[in-house]
């Protein structure tokens, strides 16, 4: 880890004193979700440090790999998910990037550092949404809409069916009420309209009749 830190150091300090030379720059664009690999020509014929770091923020360069002219590949903090592979062969050094979304867009480099001089390939990676993903966000969003409106539907009816079962509560109350107010009323006129007693018959009187 340390040797990987120094020779990071070292070639971004070669960056800074401007020992540079820009030897190829081009544009990648890929669709999210797809695996692409970046590719730098080798200019140079004996053993070189070979390092691949991106800009970011426009201002910090972030080591991603280093291999060194055993071709040992070592990867930097945050690199070692298995996202990122570095390769070689005779003539060119790949960088393959497994999966990549919105976040992985941004400026590439592949430095070559012997002989006190860094000599870079810049390459600018888009990353686009793919077809497949917008129109899974239609669907989602379709979908959302779609129940949204199936919720908002429910609530209303479930409101207006509370509604008139309030309102049917309230006219049964009412029309009991009413019949319950018409049944005192009867009772009470058979409660005070008694028939007469009928008169008892006096023992010691002694009834005549007449022609």
């Not at 028939?195 to 023992?203: G, I, Y």
Request: glycine content about 4%.
């Amino acid at each position: 880890m340390m040797n990987l830190t120094l020779i990071t150091a070292f070639i971004l300090c070669s960056i800074s004193w401007i020992s540079v030379s820009l030897s190829e720059s081009h544009t990648v664009e890929v669709q999210s979700g797809e695996e692409v690999t970046l590719q730098c020509t080798k200019t140079y014929k004996v053993q070189a440090t070979i390092s691949w770091f991106r800009l970011v923020n426009r201002t910090k360069a972030s080591c991603i790999s280093t291999m060194t002219s055993s071709e040992t590949v070592k990867y930097c903090d945050g690199f070692q998910n298995g996202k990122f592979q570095m390769s070689s062969n005779i003539s060119t050094v790949s960088l393959n990037i497994k999966e990549v979304d919105l976040s992985d867009s941004g400026v590439y480099f592949c430095g070559f550092n012997f002989n006190g001089q860094t000599f870079l390939s810049v390459i600018h990676l888009n990353v686009e949404e793919s077809d497949a993903t917008t129109k899974l966000m239609g669907v989602i969003l379709v979908i959302l809409g779609s129940l949204f409106v199936l919720h908002t539907t429910v609530i209303i009816g479930l409101v207006v069916k509370n509604r008139k079962l309030q309102r049917a509560n309230e006219e049964k109350n009412q029309q009991q009420s009413e019949n319950l107010g018409s049944d005192d009323l009867n009772y009470a006129a058979v409660t005070f309209c008694q028939k007469a007693k009928r008169r008892a018959v006096e023992p010691n009187v002694v009834y005549a009749a007449t022609r």
